[in-house]
């Protein structure tokens, strides 16, 4: 968990734009972090505002974190499902040990900066009816790399 | 705050770092502590060998650096080994590292004749019952050409001439056989 507490230490003095957290709503064992997000500038979600959740499991970093919105404030975007779900190849198949939260945090505000039209995924609602709890659980398809 | 954290880091973990060992350029890529039993991979970039070897053994069927994706596999790393290294016995650490990869400088003297075969592929074409013929003369060129360093500066025109004689004969030896399967 010492590389945990390097990227909470690194994220805390040096984040990316728009990303920032708070240590002290990160437990003592850092295994569960939340992560604000903000909307890019001049991008469809300008002004607004995302909370990430984080869980890490024992094996990171080489196991991908799982990685959700949290309720209230869900992103409209096509490849966020409405229960906060992100459909991203880093967080499951194209994970890497040299990726951080830092890094997974700059993947989402370029997936929301790409954006060019606010809308659900197509099967947002058999998918949010049917998945499992964890999104790391779903076979994701990766089709699309233009958002 | 982060300056002064990293320095304290590197004297409790590596020993004597000098100041520019505190810019993370020599901090493993998975870790992101000063990098332990480092090896680096063919693309260039730094890992604690255990931290490596954890990847690899995740991802058995498709290692990939996990900085840039090239192709990445145990032979294909490279350990470093420091000068103060050697001090600490690199062999207590599990996995051990891979061993560091020696080639012989090649030696002229002792070169395999391939260059030349070049050259005696005319004795090659005439099939099968020249073939064995064909190898004769390549072995007897191959001599020749090998020969002619140790003339010194004047490569010897009589190799030549020989080559030429020799080539002749075994051309005429090389139809002659081809006209006996012919007619046989």
Redesign the interface.
């Known amino acids: 968990m ?2 945990l507490q ?2 909470l ?2 994220l805390t ?2 984040p990316p734009p728009g990303v920032t957290v708070d240590p002290e709503e990160i437990g003592d064992n850092l295994s569960e972090w939340t992560v604000s997000v903000a909307g890019p500038a001049s991008s469809l979600y300008e002004g607004e505002t995302f909370r990430l959740n984080f869980r890490f499991s024992q ?1 990171y ?3 991908s974190p799982e990685v959700v919105f949290m309720r209230p404030n869900i992103p409209v975007h096509p490849h966020i499902y409405s229960n906060g779900h992100i459909c991203l190849s880093i967080l499951t198949d194209d994970w ?4 951080s939260v830092a890094s997974v945090c700059l993947s989402i505000t370029s997936m929301l900066s790409s954006c060019k039209d606010k809308k659900r995924p197509p099967d947002d609602a058999f998918y949010v009816k049917t998945c499992n709890k964890n999104p790391k659980k779903t076979r994701w398809w990766y089709h699309d790399d233009t958002v | 705050m982060a300056g002064v954290e990293n320095t304290g880091e590197a004297g409790a973990t590596g020993g004597q770092e000098g100041p520019e060992a505190s810019d993370g350029a020599y901090e493993c890529n998975i870790c992101l502590d000063q990098a332990r039993d480092a090896v680096v991979s063919m693309c260039g970039h730094l890992f604690c060998w255990p931290c490596l070897h954890t990847w690899l053994e995740t991802r058995r069927n498709n290692q990939v650096c996990p900085v840039c994706k090239a192709a990445i596999s145990r032979d294909k790393v490279i350990p470093l080994y420091g000068r103060n290294s050697s001090n600490k016995d690199p062999r207590n650490q599990l996995p051990p590292r891979p061993p560091g990869q020696r080639t012989e400088p090649e030696n002229q003297g002792t070169t395999f004749g391939g260059v030349n075969f070049g050259d005696t592929n005319f004795h090659m074409s005439f099939g099968i019952g020249a073939f064995p013929l064909g190898f004769f003369a390549s072995t007897l060129n191959f001599g020749g050409e090998r020969l002619n360093p140790h003339a010194g500066l004047q490569p010897g025109q009589q190799f030549h001439a020989d080559d030429q004689m020799l080539s002749k004969l075994f051309l005429g030896l090389g139809i002659f056989c081809v006209i006996w399967i012919l007619l046989a």
């Open positions: 010492r590389r390097k990227e230490l690194n003095t040096d094996k970093p080489f196991d890497s040990p040299a990726l």
